[in-house]
């Protein structure tokens, strides 16, 4: 009799879509089901890992959460996925269920694909893969290309690729997903709702379904259970490149740094200083903690685009040195010096 498989979801998503808070209201709803999470940063400050730490004991424990922090998952796959799931197998009572939230950057084929692999296969599965979009920025045309200057660029130069890698990127996570959240919609107005679902219905692949969410907050018998076995459907899963008959695209196209900014004197002006270097420079998403001085508490910091969001989410323990971290993404050519200098003030 051969043992049954473990179920895997893969959350997956642009930068700041809201992939960590779906998963923290899914483990604060899991009603005692025994939950492993793999998290994915694209950077080495384990920002997601320790907001999901903060959930308490009784609902993730720290031995529960295994950080991969060598760069973007689909590209780790046999360094680092492959041994980190087999560890979590190999234990005496292993997972019930295992949940990997993938780096924004992340294209999910290659890493639904690692699910075949021979030391994998015959004892996890994947459940389902759910794509995390963020709304309100979706609304805004964040994702839109100038189809006259494209057409004007290629004239001039046919030679060049002028594909938007975002929109790739963006395309790839629709076309593997079983789920889409369109997450944040309390940030739109009704009408602006149904015309985006409208649209993306029109672009995601027969099957897939299309679910609105505030705050990430969901039915966790909606997310788990749908017993995809995507592993076993990737000709129907197919990556922007792959269609066009190519190789899968890599993350040439991003770049990603952190920095330590050491003690905060000021909130505000270090806020405000983010504000501009947003304003000013091609981030995508910054995000970090920041030991702001007379404070107890450690700030956490998160900016998509031109939202930005920060508020003390915990005490800072007697044990951990207070520090002030903060990883930044962007696109190719991003300017780190001047950034790192603006930062520090």
Known sequence: MSLQKIPATVITGFLGAGKTTLIRHLLQNAKGRRIALVINEFGDIGVDGEILKGCGDEVC?????????????????????????????????????????????????PLVRAFNWPEI??????????TVVDAKALSEGRFADDEEAVAAQRAADPNLDHENPIEELFEDQLNCADMIVLNKTDLLQTHETEKL????KGQIRKGAKLVPAQHGAL?????????????????????????????QHDHDDFVTFSMSLGPIADREKLLKRIEDLIAEHDILRLKGFAAVEGAAGRLLIQAVGPRLNSYFDRPWRADEKRSSEVVVIGLKGLDRAAIEARLKG
């Open 61 to 109: 424990r720290e031995e529960d959460v295994v950080e991969l922090a060598n760069g973007c998952i689909c590209c780790t796959v046999a360094d680092d996925f492959v041994p980190t799931m087999k560890k979590l197998l190999e234990r005496d009572h292993p997972p019930e269920h295992i949940v990997i939230e993938t780096s924004g950057l992340a294209l999910p084929q």
């Open 121 to 130: 296969k015959s004892r996890v599965t994947v459940d389902g893969v759910v």
């Open 197 to 200: 679902s409208g649209d993306l």
């Open 219 to 247: 039915d966790v018998a909606a997310l788990l259970g749908i017993a995809s076995a995507a592993e076993d459907d990737m000709h129907n899963r197919l990556s922007h490149h792959e269609m066009e008959g190519e190789v």
